[in-house]
């Protein structure tokens, strides 16, 4: 009885360890960023003119604009799966993405 539960609980290791395995191997594969995927953000910003600065704060993305009535919040709300935050000129976005690629390409594009 006794081998019956250490074959469970290595059983039960496994299959966690196994999990764990798989969810960090599909986290580094599907964040991939598409090109359209950060055109349609700076559309959604009132294009590159209206971008001032972009930075990462505690893992979101941290852009001020010029004119808060050129972005079109709604539409953020739809691609950010995890939130948009607006304090003035000033908008947080979070994405299943990593920030700081989202940030780079941006940068690229506003150049």
Do not use: P
């Not at 960023?33 to 930075?55: R, S, T």
């Amino acid at each position: 009885m006794e081998y019956l539960y250490i074959v469970l609980a290595i059983l039960i290791a496994t299959l966690i360890i196994v999990l764990i395995t798989m969810k960090m191997k599909k986290s580094k594969t599907s964040n991939v960023i598409d090109e359209n995927f950060i055109e349609d953000i700076i559309l959604k910003l009132g294009l590159k003119e209206n971008i001032k600065n972009v930075n990462i704060d505690n893992s979101r993305l941290k852009i001020d604009v010029i004119d808060i009535k050129k972005v079109n919040l709604e539409e953020l709300h739809k691609m950010s799966s995890k939130g948009v935050f607006v304090t003035n000129k000033s908008i947080k976005l979070l994405f299943e993405y990593d920030s700081e690629k989202i940030k780079q390409y941006i940068d690229k594009q506003i150049k």
